[in-house]
């Protein structure tokens, strides 16, 4: 167990503009990682282990992408107790992304709005920090990276950005997520539609069989996507993704619905809206995509977890692993440890 409950330090960081809260806790989690002081959070991690698209992963609990774009702290987040840690979204170069304010909480539902768009220091950058990082994949963790297009890149060429990016971190990667359902890229979630998906998915499976023989090991490839889409759209994901031998989908990211949150403060302010009100819109698609897919189709649960009942809803629903972003925010590392637990219950 951590040494400080995160139920003492969380009312000092929401005291503080949402957006500084998170550079200052990722920036203490960077400065601190390495040094004798992690104990403050470290947690012993629950061994649950299973196998998913040939990858063994200690537990079913990872973290989701979003929270480190720059994958400065895998190892000081992995000693919270993660079997997996998805990183990014990067992008071939680095970008401001949008003006701020730009992330926004509402307590009263458990939820974060955001409308970042893809921040980042540039696929350089993070392939640095993610070579320096050691201790958690050498306890055994698994590191997925996540990838997306540069906003200033128009979205006819977007293709290109996800082949630079999916080369640059191929030789990294346990398993490489394509991001086409950010909400705050200028239409990036047309992507999602069949032709375009066709294209982009058909373009990387090539690519990756190229970089597969080079460097002699096949790194899986994810898909996220947006809980949005109405069943007939989730049908054609799952087509597609069968059609070009994806290794898996991860449902879901944010969601442009408001209709949880209607009437609170920031509720409508533009971007994504994460934690509790995307848990059941979340589900739903799982529970879509597992019909559609079938039995054995690696599926990724996020949305909306925010205790172990949470995290065992999300495989009942369907899925195989569970990540975290939202919740981590409002519970803190315990929640980790708890959905793990319920999870190695579960069996």
Not at 4 to 30: C, K, N
Not at 53 to 79: E, Q, S, Y
Not at 279 to 289: G, H, K, T, Y
Request: hydrophobic residues 45%; aromatic residues 6%.
């Amino acid at each position: 167990m951590a040494l400080i409950p995160y139920a003492l330090t969380r009312p000092f960081l929401f005291g503080l503009d949402p957006e500084h809260a998170h550079e200052l806790t990722l920036g203490s989690l960077a400065r601190l990682q390495d040094t004798p002081a992690r104990c403050l959070w470290t947690q012993a991690r629950v061994q649950d282990p299973v196998t998913v698209a040939g990858l063994r992963f200690p537990n079913r609990i990872g973290l989701a992408a979003g929270l480190d774009k720059n994958g400065r702290c895998i190892d000081g987040l992995g000693d919270m107790g993660f079997g997996f840690i998805e990183v990014g979204t990067v992008t071939p170069l680095g970008q401001p992304g949008n003006p701020k304010p730009r992330m926004f909480r509402l307590p009263e539902r458990q939820a974060l709005i955001n409308r970042l768009g893809f921040n980042n220091e540039g696929l350089d950058a993070f392939l640095a920090n993610v070579q320096r990082a050691r201790r958690f994949r050498a306890a055994g963790g698994l590191l997925g990276l996540n990838i997306g297009k540069n906003a200033a890149t128009p979205i006819e060429r977007a293709v290109d950005d996800y082949l630079i990016g999916l080369a640059g971190v191929y030789p990294h990667a346990d398993y490489v997520t394509v991001n086409i359902s950010s909400p705050n890229t200028q239409n990036l979630r047309s992507l999602q539609s069949d032709e375009a998906l066709d294209g982009l998915l058909g373009a990387l499976q090539a690519r990756r069989a190229e970089l597969a023989a080079q460097h002699g090991r096949q790194v899986p490839m994810f898909l996220k996507i947006a809980p949005d889409l109405d069943e007939t759209q989730v049908g054609v994901i799952a087509a597609t993704l069968k059609k070009h031998g994806l290794d898996g989908v991860i449902a879901t990211n944010t969601t442009l619905a408001r209709e949880a949150v209607a009437g609170l403060p920031h509720a409508q302010e533009a971007g994504g809206l994460s934690g509790r009100p995307v848990f059941e819109a979340s589900n739903r698609v799982i529970r879509q995509l597992r019909a559609a897919l079938g039995p054995g189709f690696p599926i990724v649960g996020v949305g909306g977890v925010l205790s172990g009942e949470d995290a065992r809803a999300k495989i009942a629903a369907g899925a195989d692993l569970v990540q975290l972003y939202t919740g981590l925010i409002y519970r803190g590392p315990e929640l980790v440890a708890e959905a793990a637990r319920a999870l190695a219950r579960k069996g």
